[in-house]
Each structure stands twice: as structure tokens, then as C-alpha cells.
């Protein structure tokens, strides 16, 4: 819920900054207007409709003076009105540093337009980026967080499997494979002893989980066993990774954890 507050508070802020830069680079002052208009007259070929407007932004004290009087003095050359010519040559020729000003002061209003623009630009990106990285570690969290449960359940289970069976001949079982790891020779000679503690379970195993793998029968016994990855790794000649994936297949196709598969799979008395 907060996501999608924060999500539609950027979107608002977007639009509201958007629209703002809009206003501002479509409001312009009724000299402006003039301007356009004449221009548009002049460019036509009607000077005496571009006159008229052209005219009334002449008349003003604004920065589009100057255009206007470039533009009055080609109507005026073309009329030969030697009066408005000369009125018009003389506004240019005393006003020309001022409009070179005028035309760097728009050529810096367009700059730094461009430039908040561009921050703009700039800030919806970086908010965007952090909001995606702030909502990829919260999922990260959480991805680790249930792995915990996983991992406290799948402690659980075992606890409560390994008090399904006779402690003692559990503990019997397993330290005769910590002694075949320490010896060498491990996968054979545990496959023998978990065999002479719960005869036919293999045989069972095989017949209740047909879809397994030879390495994935080995690594149901060595779960139950309680082998650590980097152990049963070892005792398979194989790398920690691949443990791992045999591992997670595992508990796709047994559809429970390890130890549970290999109980299901006993032999009841």
C-alpha cells in the first residue's frame, strides 16, 4: 500500500512539474502575440495587414521592439516611405547593442529552460531508480525471510522424524558412516551400513520414488543421515553446487523434505 502511495505521489509531482513548464514556455505577452501575427502577415506577402501589427508592437517599450522596427523598415523600403524608413533606420542603428542584448538574454531564458528541463529529467529517473532499488531489497528481504522459515521447518520435521525411529540405532547407523568418511571408500561401505540397519529400505525407496536418479538415492540416505553439503559433496566426488541443485530437485520430486522420503519409504514392523 505505501508503494502505491509513493508510486501515485511521483506520478502527481511529474504532471504538476510538467504542466508547470508548459505554462511557462506557452505564456507570452500580448506584444508577443502582435509579433507572430505580423510576422505571419509579412511572410504572406500582406505588408499592410503585417503593418498594422507590427505597429502596435513598435509602439511598446518591450524586447520585440526591435524585431519589429527590422520588419517596418522592409515594409517601409518596399512602400518607399522615406519618412517611416528613416524613422526606423534611426531606432535600429541606436538601439543595436540593446537588441544584441535582448537576443542573448532570450538565447539564455531558452538555456536555462533546456537545462531545468533536463534536472527534471534527470530527478524522475534517480527517483525511479531508487524506488525499484528500494522495493528489490524489501523482496530480497523477504525472499530471506522465508528461507529462514524453510530452514526452521525443515529443523522441526527432522527433529520430529528422527523421533520416529530407535534413537540409539540411529546414532549406531551414523557413526559407522562418519567412520567410512574418515576411512575413504565412503559411498559403498554407507550404502552397506544403512542397509544392515533397515534392510530392503533401499530396495523400498527405489520402489516408492522411481523417478530418482542413483546420486539422488544416495542423497536421500545421506540427508538422513545428516551429512553436511561440503560432506556429502565429498562422499559423491562431486562439487557443493551440484549438491545443492540435487538438493533442491530433490524436494520437487519427493514432494517432502529428505528425511521424511526415506521414513515414508521404511519398512513397518
Known amino acids: 500500500m505505501r508503494q502505491r502511495l509513493s508510486s501515485i505521489r511521483l506520478f502527481i509531482m511529474v504532471i504538476v512539474c510538467m504542466m508547470a513548464l508548459n ?28 503593418k498594422v501589427y507590427l505597429e502596435q508592437v513598435f509602439s511598446t517599450d518591450t524586447d520585440e521592439k526591435t524585431t519589429a522596427a527590422k520588419f517596418l523598415l522592409d515594409i517601409a523600403l518596399a512602400q518607399g ?22 537576443e542573448r538574454q532570450k538565447s539564455h531564458r531558452r538555456i536555462l529552460m533546456i537545462t531545468l528541463t533536463a534536472m527534471l ?10 524506488i525499484t532499488h ?6 530480497e528481504a523477504t525472499l530471506v525471510e522465508e528461507q529462514q522459515r524453510e530452514r526452521e521447518s525443515f529443523g ?7 523421533s520416529a525411529i530407535e534413537r540409539q540405532t540411529f546414532e549406531n547407523l551414523q557413526r559407522q558412516a562418519r567412520e567410512v568418511l574418515s576411512r575413504g571408500s565412503q559411498r559403498k561401505r554407507i550404502l552397506e551400513a544403512f542397509n544392515a540397519t533397515y534392510p530392503k529400505a533401499y530396495e523400498r ?34 562439487s557443493q553446487n551440484t549438491v545443492m541443485k540435487y538438493r533442491s530437485n530433490l524436494l520437487k520430486k519427493v514432494g517432502k523434505d529428505p528425511v521424511s522420503a526415506v521414513l515414508n519409504a521404511m519398512p513397518t514392523s
Open 23 to 50: 505554462a511557462v514556455a506557452k505564456s507570452t505577452p500580448k506584444e508577443e502575440q502582435w509579433l507572430n501575427k505580423g510576422t505571419e502577415f509579412y511572410f504572406e506577402g500582406q505588408q499592410d495587414s503585417a
Open 205 to 238: 525407496l527405489k520402489t516408492t520414488y522411481p523417478d530418482l536418479s542413483e546420486q539422488e538415492y544416495d542423497l536421500l540416505i545421506l540427508n538422513f543421515l545428516e551429512f553436511r553439503i561440503k560432506e556429502e559433496a565429498e562422499i559423491l566426488e562431486l
Open 81 to 102: 516611405d522615406t519618412l517611416k524608413i528613416n524613422e526606423y533606420a534611426l531606432f535600429l542603428a541606436e538601439n543595436y547593442d540593446v537588441s544584441l542584448n535582448q
Open 156 to 162: 522441526r520435521q527432522l527433529n520430529e522424524a528422527q
Open 121 to 130: 529529467v534527470l530527478l524522475v529517473m534517480g527517483w525511479i531508480i531508487f
Open 134 to 139: 528500494k522495493r528489490h531489497k524489501r523482496t
